[in-house]
C-alpha cells in the first residue's frame, strides 16, 4: 500500500486512508421521503374500503375519511417521537419512555402487524391483477374466468419470494421509484377522480348512509353484549375500529427520517403534510367515490377484494376506456402493494435487528450473510411466516384484514405513552415539534393533546378486542408467543446481553482503502471545505456546531478520525486509549442524520493526528478545520500543536486564508492562517 | 506584510547573539531548557530562572512541541512579560530522549500571558516551524558560531 502524503522532511505521517461510506449518508428531499411512506400507507386504499364495507356497511367511506383525518394526529405524534430522535423507531421510543417490557410487548404488536401487511398487500395485488384478467376475458367474450383466491395466493406468494431475495441480498428500492410510482398514482388518482365526478354529473349520485349494518363475524364477542349495541357512540366506534387498517404503514414515517436531508425538522413536516393530504385525496377521496358511483350490491357481492377496479369498471364511458383505466389502476395498485410487502419485510427485519442490538435476541438471529452481509435468518423467517399467513388465508383478504389492526393500534397506545412520559422524563430536551395542545406549568409542557390521543387509540384498541375476534386471538397469541421468545431468548443471553447492550449500536460502514488523500476527496465538488477532526464519540460538540452552522449547498464536510498506529509519538497509553472507528464514525453518521445533512467520512491511520490533520486540510483545499477540545490537555497546547504541525507541513502559500478552530461548550480558540 | 516577513522581523528582535547556544552534545531536553532559560532570564532581571523553567517544562509534560524536521519549540506565557523573548540552541549532535523524535535545533520561546498577545503567539509558532524546515537546520548545523547563525536568523 502507498504511503498517502509526504510532509516536507520527507516524512510520511499518514500511513493508510480510507474513506467510508454508508447509505446513512444519503439523504433525501421530503417529497421522496413522502413517496417513501406513500408507497407503503396509500397501499391501504386498494383494500381498506372493501374490508369497511364487509364489515359493516356501505356507510364505509364515511369512517375510512375518518380514519384519514385521524392519520393527521398520528402523523403529528410521529413528527414529536422524531424530534427527539432516538433512533429506532416506535420501540426505542416506547423503551426510553416505558421500559424493556413495554418496548418488548409493543415490538411484539408491531412485529405481528409488518407479517401481516405483506400478506394483505400482496393477496390485494393478486385480486386486483386477476379482476383485470377476467374483464378482459369478459370484454374479449372468451366467456373463461380466472379462480381469484387461486391467482392471489400464487400472486402473494410470488411477489413475497421476490422481495425475500431482493432483501437477503441486501437491494433497496430507491426513494426516486417510490416518487415515480406515487406520481403516475396521483395522475391515475386525478384521472380517475375527474372522470367520477363527469359519472356523477351524467348519472347523478346519493351520499352514502351513515346507518351501520355490522355484519355477525365483524360484531364478534360484542354481539354478545347487549349494552354495547345500544349506545350509538360504540357503534362507531366499532366501524372505526375495523377501517384503522387504512392506517397499515403510517409507521413507515419514522423509518425514513433517518433519509430525510437538512433543515430535517421542517422537512419531516413538509413530508408529513404531503402524507396527510396525498392519503386523504386517494385513500379517502377514491373509497368515497366509489361508495358513490359503484352499486352497493356489486360491491358486496363483485368488487370487495378490488374496489377501485369496480370503480374503474362502473364509470360512464366505453368498456374499452373503462378498461384500460383499470389496467392504470391495476399497474398503480401492483406496484404500491408490492411496494408495502417489501416495507414490511424491511420494517420488520429493522425492527427485530433493533431487537437483536439490545441483546433480547441470541446472535443467531444477526447472523450475517457472508456475501450481502444482511441479517438474513431474520429475513427468512419473517418471509416463511407471511408465506404460510398467505397460504392459510387462501387469498381471503377480508380475513386477513380482520387481523390486522391488533398491532398498530397498540403499538400506538404504546408509542403515545411513551412520549407523554417522556415529555417528563426529558422535559429539558429541545423538541422541534411538539403535539399540539400543551399546558404550560413550571418547566414543563402537560400534554393535553397527546393525553386525548391516547383516551382515543385506547378506547379504539379495546373496542377492537371484543369486535375483531381474528385479530384479537391472532394478536394476542402471536404477542404472547413473540413476547416469551424476546424474554426467554434474553434470559439465555444474558451474559452477552450485557456485553452487547454496552456494545451499542453499530453503523454498517463499507470501508475502501484507496492509495492517498487525494483519492480520499475526489468526489468532493462543492466549492466550499470544513474539514472536522473527530476523536472521541462523546465529544462531538464541535462537529454539531459545524453541522448546525454550515451552508450545505456550497459545503463539503470532511470528517477525519485519526487513528493512531505505533510511533514514537504515540505512547502505549495514547494507542491503548483509541476508539474503535466504527463506534466513532456510528456517532458521526448519527449525528448526520440528526441535521440531515451529509458529510465525508475518512479515516487515517497515522503516527501523529496532527500531521494528519494538517496533511487531509491542505490535500482537500479546507477553508476551515475544525476540531473538539482535549479534556486532557486544553485548547490552547492544542492549537499551538496544531500551528506548528501546520507551518511545518505547509510548503507553499495559501491559496486562501484557512481557519483553524477548537470549539467546546460555547467557547473557541482560533487561529487565522492568512498566507 | 506576510506573517513570514513580520516572523523574520521578530526573529531579529528575539535572538541575539548572546541567546544562541552551539553544543555538540547535551545530556537531555531538560538541561537544554534550563540552559535557554538561563540566556533569557540573563537580558530580563525581572524574570526567576526557575520559576521560567518549571513553566516550560510543565508545558512539555503536555503535547509534544517538537515536530520532525529537528525542531522543538518548547514555550511558555507568563505574566511578567511584555514582549516576547526567545533563545536558541543549534545542536551539532541530534539530542534524542525516550519516545522522543531527535532534536537539532531548540527554540525556546516566552511570550507574554496577555491574551491580547496570544494571536501574534501563534503565529510565531507556525511561522517558526514553516521557517525551520530540514534544509535551514542542516544550514545552521554547519554554521562556526553562535555570531554567524545569529546573522543568519535574521537574513
Redesign the interface.
Known sequence: MKNASE?????S?VKKVVVLTTAMLTFIPFWKAAAVVLCDFGSSAFYAGGIAMRAFGPAFPWYILAVMLFSGLLLMLELEACSLFVRGGAYKIVREGLGDTAAKLAASALIFDFILTGPISAVTAGHYLCGLINSFLELAGFGLELPESVVSVAFGMLVTLYFWRQNVKGIEESSSKSAKIIAFSLAVCFLLAIWSFITIALHGAHLPPTELHFSREALGWAGHIDWMQTIGLVGMIMAFGHSVLALSGIETLSQVYREIEYPKAINLKKAAWLIFGFALLFTGGLTFLSAVIIPPDLIATKYYDNLLSGLAMSLAGPNFLKLLMQAMIVVCGVAMLSGAVNTSLIGSNALMNRIAEDGILTDWFRKIHRRYGTTYHIIHLIAAVQLVVILLSRGNVYLLGEAYAFGVMWCFVFEVSAIIRLRWKKAAQKRDFMFPLNIKYENYYIPVGLILLCGALLTVALVNLTTKQVATVAGLGFTAFLFAVFSLSERLNAKRANTMFEEGYRERINAETVDDLKEAFADLDRPHRILVAVKDPENLYHLEEVLSNVNADDTDVIVLYCKPVEN??Y?QDMRSAAVDEQEVFTAVIFMAEKYGLPVTPVLVHSN?AY?AIAQAASVADAEEVVMGV?GR??A??????A??????V??QDLKHPVTLRILWEGREVS?R??? | M???EQTKMSLGRLIAPSRVLVADKYPGKKELIEALVQAVCRDYPQLDPAYVASQVLK?EE????T?????A?P?ARLEELTDFAAAVAVLRQPLAGE???PIRVMFLFLSPAKPTF??Q???I???????F??EFIEELVSLQDSREIAARLVR
Open positions: 510532509t516536507s522532511a520527507g516524512l505521517r514514537v509519538l505512547r501523529d500531521y482535549s490537555y486544553g490552547n497546547p492544542q492549537i499551538e500543536r500551528v506548528m504541525t501546520w507551518g511545518a505547509k510548503d487561529y492562517f492568512t498566507r | 506576510s506573517q513570514n508545558r503536555g503535547i509534544s512541541t515536530l520532525d524536521t529537528g525542531l519549540i514555550h519516545n522522543e523524535l496570544f494571536q503567539h501563534l503565529q509558532l507556525s511561522a517558526l516551524a514553516e521557517t524546515k530540514p
